[in-house]
C-alpha cells in the first residue's frame, strides 16, 4: 500500500488528511457500497450542528450523520459522563449490578411509554432487534416474524432476514430461513395495495391479520413507528390503533423499532406516543447516547417480564449493560430534559413542514412532503402524475447513478451533508438546530434540485 506508514509515522498526528482517508479506504469496507468508488471524507472535529474536515471546511450535518447525533456533536456534558464513567467503572460483567445500569433503568422509566419497564442492554439497534425476535419467541413458544417490506432492522442474521429494503437481498434465502414473512408498508403516497383496495380504510392494517389468519405460527409483528430509511413513512392516525387490536385479538406480539423515530426526533419521546399506542416491546438505540457511544435497548412489558421468573431467559453477551454505554446515556436523557428538545421538535415542526412544502411548489420533481418533529423525507420523482421515481431499489444495488446522490454530492460540496436513499433525502438534523441553520440547509436543497428538475418529465 502506497500509503502504509512504519514506526513513529504511524500517529496520527503526523498523518495528513489524504494520508488518513487513504489508509482508511485501503485497510476498511466501506459499508452498503462497491468498494471501488469509496472515497471516505476526513471528519477531524465535530461541534454543534456541524462537523469539519481535515482542510478545515465545515458542514451543516443535516441528517444527523445517521439520523443519530439528536444532542448534535460534542454535548459538554454527555462528554463529560463518558469520561466520569471511565474513572468510576469501565467494565463488569452482565450478571452485576452497577450504579450506571440502576441510574438509566430509572430514567427510562421516566421516558418510555408507561407499562414499558424491563430492560436488556445491547450495543446496537441490530442487537436489540436480535433480543426482540428472542423474546418474543420463547414467550409465545411461536416461531414467526412478520416485517413489512420497506424496512430496515438491522445487518445481523435474523435482524436482516426481517429487513424489506435491498440490504436484504445478497442475503437470500434469509427470511425463508429465520421464517420471516412481510406485509404491505404504510405509505399514503404511493399506496401499495391501493389498485385492490381504492377505498383504503386502511386497508395495510387489515392485510396483516388476513396475514395472521392464513400463516400459522405467528409470534410478533415488527414495525418502525414511523419509517426511517425508507423513507420517513407517517402512517395514517387510525393505523396503530387498529394494529394494536389486530395483534391482541391474535394473541401476537407488537414489536416497535423506534431506533432511529425514537428520542424526540417526531416531536414525542417516542414515536408510537403520536398515537398513544403502548407496544409489547420496544426496540431503540441511535438517540439513546446520541451515538456519542453504542447503545441499544430492548424494553418489554411487565407481562412479557413476569413469564421469565419461572422460564429460562435463554440471550445474552459479554457487552450487555456495558458500564461505559450506559453512564452517557443517562446524562443524554437529562440534557434531552434540561433543553427541552423534545418539544422544540414539536415546535420547529410547522417552520419545516412550511419551507419544504414551499420546495414542493416551487419543484416539479418534488413529488411529496411527510414527516413529524424534525424527522421529514422529500420524495423525488420523474413523473408527479404517475408518481415514477428516477431511481429504483435494484438500482442502488446494481451500482447505478442515483438522482439523490447527484443533488446530494452538489450540497455537500456547499458544506451542507444530507442523507439520500434511492429516491428520496433524509431531512433530520440535531434537535438543537437553530432556524437560520434550517434555512441554510434546505436553501441548499432548493438551490441543486434544479439538476432533478431538468431530468423530470
Not at 500500500?1 to 469496507?29: F, H, K, P, V, W
Not at 428520542?263 to 398513544?276: H, I
Request: proline share 5%; aromatic share 8%.
Amino acid at each position: 500500500m502506497g500509503t502504509q506508514l512504519t514506526g513513529t509515522e504511524s500517529t496520527t498526528d503526523s498523518l495528513t488528511s489524504e494520508q488518513i482517508a487513504s489508509i482508511t479506504r485501503e485497510t476498511n469496507y466501506g459499508t452498503w457500497r462497491f468498494q471501488k468508488s469509496w472515497k471516505p471524507l476526513y471528519v477531524a472535529d465535530a461541534e454543534g450542528c456541524w462537523f469539519t474536515d481535515g482542510a478545515g471546511k465545515r458542514y451543516l450535518d443535516f441528517s444527523s450523520q445517521l439520523m443519530c447525533v439528536n444532542l448534535g456533536h460534542k454535548n459538554p456534558r454527555v462528554v463529560e459522563a463518558i469520561a466520569e464513567q471511565a474513572r468510576e467503572l469501565c467494565y463488569a460483567a452482565p450478571g452485576y449490578a452497577t450504579r450506571s445500569r440502576a441510574r438509566l433503568s430509572e430514567k427510562l422509566l421516566e421516558v418510555l411509554p408507561k407499562g414499558i419497564e424491563k430492560f436488556f442492554f445491547a450495543t446496537s439497534g441490530t442487537e436489540a432487534n436480535e433480543a426482540a425476535f428472542k423474546i418474543a419467541r420463547m414467550v409465545t413458544g411461536k416461531n414467526k416474524i412478520i416485517s413489512r417490506y420497506r424496512s430496515y432492522h438491522g445487518s445481523t442474521a435474523g435482524s436482516l432476514a426481517a429487513t424489506g429494503d435491498p440490504r436484504r437481498w445478497a442475503m437470500e434465502p434469509a427470511g425463508k430461513i429465520a421464517n420471516v414473512v412481510f406485509a404491505p408498508e404504510t405509505n399514503c403516497y404511493d399506496c401499495p395495495i391501493k389498485h385492490t383496495y381504492p377505498a383504503c380504510n386502511i386497508a395495510c392494517a387489515d392485510y396483516i391479520e388476513h396475514m395472521i389468519r392464513n400463516e400459522s405460527d405467528v409470534a410478533a409483528i415488527i414495525v418502525e413507528p414511523v419509517v426511517g430509511t425508507n423513507g420517513v413513512l407517517v402512517p395514517p392516525p387510525e393505523y396503530f390503533p387498529r394494529l394494536r387490536e389486530i395483534c391482541d385479538r391474535h394473541g401476537v406480539l407488537l414489536i416497535a423499532d423506534e431506533v432511529m423515530a425514537g428520542w424526540g426526533r417526531t416531536g414525542k419521546w417516542f414515536a408510537v406516543d403520536n398515537w398513544g399506542v403502548k407496544p409489547d416491546i420496544l426496540v431503540t438505540a441511535k438517540g439513546i447516547t446520541s451515538a456519542y457511544v453504542p447503545l441499544g435497548l430492548c424494553a418489554t412489558t411487565k407481562k412479557i417480564a413476569d413469564y421469565f421468573e419461572d422460564h429460562y431467559f435463554s440471550h445474552g453477551h459479554t457487552y450487555e449493560a456495558h458500564p461505559l454505554t450506559l453512564g452517557p446515556a443517562v446524562a443524554t436523557i437529562e440534557e434531552m430534559q434540561r433543553l427541552k428538545l423534545v418539544e422544540r421538535a414539536a415546535e420547529l415542526e410547522p417552520y419545516v413542514r412550511a419551507k419544504l412544502e414551499a420546495l414542493k411548489a416551487k419543484h416539479v420533481s418534488v413529488g411529496d412532503v411527510r414527516g413529524l418533529g424534525l424527522f421529514f423525507a422529500v420524495e423525488l420523482v420523474k413523473n408527479r402524475a404517475t408518481k415514477q421515481p428516477f431511481n429504483t431499489m435494484r438500482d442502488k444495488v446494481e451500482g447505478k447513478p442515483l438522482v439523490v446522490d447527484q443533488v446530494a454530492a452538489k450540497m455537500m460540496a456547499q458544506g451542507v451533508s444530507i442523507q439520500g436513499w434511492v429516491s428520496h433525502f433524509v431531512i433530520a438534523p440535531p434537535l438543537i438546530v437553530t432556524k437560520e441553520e434550517l434555512d441554510l440547509g434546505i436553501a441548499a436543497l432548493d438551490e441543486h434540485l434544479g439538476i432533478a428538475d431538468a431530468l423530470a418529465e
